[in-house]
């Protein structure tokens, strides 16, 4: 099992999907986010989500609550600061709740490509970067910091201003974001097959 604590981040609007796509059935799972941490736990020691508001799963899990006063800004940042100071850990590993596809082999990649004088190593397929899939360093906290007093969240800004490291993926669809309704049910077509 992997020792780096694997963040699952579940906070998000969801504006695209039309409903909280954190609490979507999934692959036998009441929730997609409950599958997310029942299989991450087979690769992981630790596990832990990152929402806004824990209260609306209902099963038991390692919950990581966003210490924002604004609950209407639905940006990661917060997450990535509330991570960080809860875990006390120079890195973590992180990955969207609506990316179910990306197994053990693409993260023991990113992993494996990993160095610690990066700032963080994300994956990256043609499509473009995959910011919430990968492995940050705490030597980040103070640009997520400044991004939060800022009002400034974009992921991607970041990675290009800092040391990064891109790990290239050909098969772009092992990184599906279930970002709306048919990605939705692409996804459990190709989970059920």
């Known amino acids: 099992m992997l020792n780096i604590p694997c963040v699952i981040f579940a906070g998000g ?3 695209r999907m039309g409903e909280d796509k954190t609490l979507l059935p999934f692959a036998g799972f009441s929730t997609l986010t409950e599958y997310q941490y029942s299989r991450l736990s087979k690769i992981f020691k630790d596990v832990y989500i990152s929402t806004k508001f824990q209260n609306k799963f209902h099963f038991h899990a390692n919950f990581i609550v966003d210490n924002l006063e604004d609950e209407t800004l639905y940006a990661p940042t917060s997450g990535f600061i509330s991570a960080f100071e809860t875990l006390k850990t120079e890195k973590i590993f992180v990955l969207s709740v609506d990316a179910p596809f990306v197994g053990e082999n693409e993260i023991q990649k990113l992993l494996n490509a990993d160095k610690d004088d ?7 397929t043609p499509r473009g970067v995959e910011p919430m899939c990968g492995i940050y360093h705490r030597s980040l906290l103070d640009s997520f910091l400044n991004m939060q007093k800022k009002n400034s ?7 290009k201003n800092s040391k990064t490291h891109y790990v290239h993926f050909e098969d772009e669809r092992l990184f599906l974001n279930l970002n709306h309704p048919h990605e939705y049910k692409e996804a459990l077509l190709l989970v059920e097959s």
């Open 118 to 124: 990066k700032d963080a190593t994300v994956a990256q």
């Open 13 to 15: 609007k969801s504006s």
């Open 153 to 159: 969240h974009k992921l991607r800004y970041l990675l």
